[in-house]
C-alpha cells in the first residue's frame, strides 16, 4: 500500500514538474520577438521560436550579416559555419537581441548566381 500511495506520488510531482517546465520554455521563446512578420521577407520565424535568415558569413566565421537588413550579429557556436566562410548562407538560428547574438540551428547553402 505504502509502494503504491509513494509511485503515484512520484508520478504527480513528475507530470508537475514537467507542466511547468514547458510553460516556462514557451514563454521566454517568445521574448524578444516583437517584431512583426510578413510573408514577404527574408526573415520568418518557425515554429520553435527559431528564425530564419539569409545572409553572409564573415571570413572569420564568428559574425553573420542578415541580407534583409544589413544587421550584423556574433555567431555564439561559430564551429556550426566551418566551412561557409565567406559564403552567403540560409541558417536557422535562436537569436538574442539584447546582445546582438545568434545561435546556429541549422546552415543551408545557398546556391551561387
Known amino acids: 500500500m505504502k509502494t503504491l500511495l509513494l509511485a503515484f506520488l ?5 507530470l508537475s514538474t514537467v507542466a511547468f517546465a514547458q510553460n ?6 517568445d521574448q524578444g520577438q516583437q517584431q512583426p512578420q510578413t510573408s514577404n521577407s527574408q526573415s520568418s520565424q518557425t515554429s520553435a521560436g527559431n528564425q530564419h535568415m539569409s545572409g553572409t558569413v564573415s571570413k572569420n566565421g564568428k559574425n553573420f550579416t542578415n541580407s534583409a ?3 550584423t550579429y ?8 566551418t566551412g561557409h566562410e565567406g559564403q552567403p548562407v540560409g541558417l536557422i538560428v535562436h537569436i538574442d537581441p539584447d ?9 543551408e547553402a545557398t546556391p551561387q548566381q
Open 10 to 14: 512520484v508520478l504527480a510531482l513528475s
Open 24 to 29: 516556462n520554455s514557451g514563454s521566454s521563446s
Open 69 to 71: 537588413d544589413n544587421k
Open 74 to 81: 556574433t555567431v555564439s557556436n561559430p564551429d556550426a559555419l
Open 99 to 107: 546582445n546582438n547574438v545568434i545561435h546556429i540551428i541549422q546552415v
